[in-house]
């Protein structure tokens, strides 16, 4: 490197630097306007469905004494040690990445299973099975339903989050190149870096309708639904997100829950 070619590579830097400032400072801008106007929405339309799981439905099927599996939890698992400590849990970790299953924190998982969730068959042992945001990763969610009752005693529950196939977003997600999406995601959204966003996502099967049917094919009774109807992804720019109301309630109307951002379920696991 030439004593001309430092300077100008440090200028470049810092041009990028306050180039992505400026648009992530646009991006609070609009997100701060899109919140304001979200404010006039009924609650129903405004509760994060990923939130709602983690915080609301989930912690009361965490009983104590346990055997819980996470499915797809990978780096990112469901259950804090925390909460693995005070309940005396024991926390079974599949993933399909022996790398990801490695990432999480030590301790977490009593043991790991490294498979295709699609093809996976449990020992029927399980308490619990939590499957959060990972349905719409599977390339067959019929196989991967299989696999979550396979891993559940007579009694035992499921607790599954996804978005949905009819989403907006979803649908975009399905159109756009892989890598495209990656760049465009970490740019605009950082904090989505350090989760599972930005894994490639099929949403096969990954409808409401579609899951309680397969439920009730592979034993499993629905004890509760739940439709969410927010998404953070159209809320960095006002246009985008006036649209987006519009659309989704044009599309409410027209196919109902099917057409939600994003879903929950409970599912027991029927005696034999």
Same mark, same amino acid.
């Given at each position: ?9 440090? =200028? #470049?830097?810092? @041009? ?19 919140? /304001?106007?979200?404010?006039? +929405? ?10 709602? $799981? ?18 797809? !939890? !990978?780096?990112?698992? @469901? ?8 309940? #005396? ?25 490294? #498979? ?6 449990? =020992? !029927? ?16 969610? *019929? ?5 979550? %009752? ?7 529950? *499921? ?10 977003? =979803?649908?975009?997600?399905?159109? +756009?190149?892989? &890598?495209?999406?990656?760049?465009? +995601? ?7 870096? &350090? ?5 490639? /996502? ?18 499993? /009774?629905?004890?509760?639904? $739940? ?23 044009? *599309? $409410? ?5 099917? %057409? *939600?951002?994003? $879903? ?9």
């Amino acid at each position: 490197m030439n004593r001309a070619s430092a300077p100008q590579s440090e =200028a #470049a830097k810092i @041009s990028g630097n306050g180039g992505r400032s400026l648009l992530l400072a646009f991006v609070r801008w609009n997100t701060n306007w899109t919140e /304001a106007l979200d404010q006039w +929405l009924p609650l129903q339309l405004r509760l994060d469905g990923h939130q709602e $799981f983690k915080k609301k439905l989930l912690p009361p099927l965490l009983l104590p004494g346990s055997k819980v599996y996470d499915l797809g !939890g !990978g780096s990112q698992p @469901s259950v804090s040690l925390k909460t693995k400590s005070d309940l #005396a849990l024991t926390v079974v970790g599949l993933d399909i990445s022996e790398d990801e299953l490695k990432a999480a924190p030590v301790g977490i998982y009593d043991q790991t299973v490294v #498979a295709d969730l699609c093809t996976y068959s449990g =020992a !029927g042992d399980g308490d619990l099975v939590v499957c959060q945001a990972t349905l719409e990763h599977v390339r067959d969610t *019929a196989g991967a339903m299989r696999a979550i %009752a396979s891993c559940l005693k007579p009694g035992g529950r *499921a607790a599954i989050f996804a978005p949905c196939r009819n989403a907006a977003f =979803a649908r975009l997600n399905l159109l +756009l190149p892989q &890598e495209l999406k990656r760049r465009l +995601l970490y740019a605009l959204f950082p904090h989505k870096a &350090e989760g599972h966003d930005g894994f490639p /996502a099929l949403y096969d099967n990954c409808t409401p309708r579609d899951i309680e049917q397969l439920s009730l094919r592979n034993g499993l /009774a629905v004890e509760q639904a $739940f439709t969410y109807w927010r998404t953070s992804y159209f809320m960095i720019l006002v246009p985008a997100y006036l649209l987006w109301r519009i659309w989704q309630r044009l *599309a $409410f109307y027209a196919v109902g829950r099917q %057409a *939600a951002e994003s $879903f929950c379920f409970v599912l027991r696991k029927r005696d034999s």
